[in-house]
């Protein structure tokens, strides 16, 4: 038995085999390989066919890439467990992307650290950003889980990246009213950092009636 693979395209969710087949019987092909988003991609060809001599015929085997959308569902819920048995058992890549072109990090429950941090060891990208430019650190910024803030930062997730806006996560942070964030990212931030309004954090402190936030600012500004 000789099956050639002849050619390989890569469609949106499919990949496209045209396979050459010579004298096949029960053909039995297990596929499995990495795409250039990281994500794993695996099937099995079932062909149950007599003997054929004649070649050159095609087989159009359609795989599934659904790996990413397996571990951001995972990651979404908060499902430390299924993340864990995605990442280890089933080997897919910390950055596949899901249908929606996102990763795990990026939508992950933002209250479960332990999943970030999973990620983060298997190599996730820290400084992903959507197209709004925001990236895990702004989120995590923004729902005030400071557990999660500190993970992202400690495995290299920038706190002066700015997002489409311009805001850095603690621009986000000051309005949203997390002053323990804030006052985590406040040494590490650039605070002279100024949006696209021209707004820097004090600016933000200010517009949000938050004294206490200004003072905390201008200590830093001036130590």
Do not use: W
Request: proline share 4%; aromatic share 4%; hydrophobic share 40%.
């Amino acid at each position: 038995m000789f099956v050639n693979c002849a050619a390989v395209r890569i469609a949106t969710r499919t990949i496209i085999l045209n396979v050459n087949k010579h004298c096949v019987y029960n053909l039995n092909l297990k596929i499995t390989g990495f795409g250039k988003s990281g994500t794993r991609i695996s099937t099995t060809l079932l062909d149950h066919q007599k003997p054929n001599k004649a070649s050159g015929q095609n087989i159009m085997v359609f795989i599934e890439m659904d790996a990413g959308s397996a571990l951001t569902t995972a990651a979404a819920k908060g499902n430390t467990t299924e993340v864990q048995k995605i990442l280890e058992e089933r080997r897919i890549h910390p950055n596949a992307l899901n249908q929606f072109g996102r990763t795990a990090l990026q939508v992950m429950m933002m209250g479960n650290s332990q999943i970030a941090r999973l990620l983060l060891e298997k190599g996730a990208q820290p400084n992903i950003q959507d197209r709004h430019g925001i990236a895990p650190v702004h989120d995590a910024a923004r729902t005030g889980f400071l557990d999660t803030v500190g993970v992202l930062v400690e495995y290299g997730a920038s706190v002066n990246i700015p997002d489409q806006s311009g805001a850095l996560p603690i621009h986000i942070a000051i309005r949203e009213g997390h002053r323990d964030v804030v006052e985590f990212l406040a040494p590490r931030s650039d605070l002279k950092h100024a949006n696209t309004s021209g707004q820097t954090a004090i600016d933000v402190a200010r517009a949000c009636r938050v004294p206490d936030m200004i003072d905390l600012l201008y200590a830093h500004i001036h130590c």
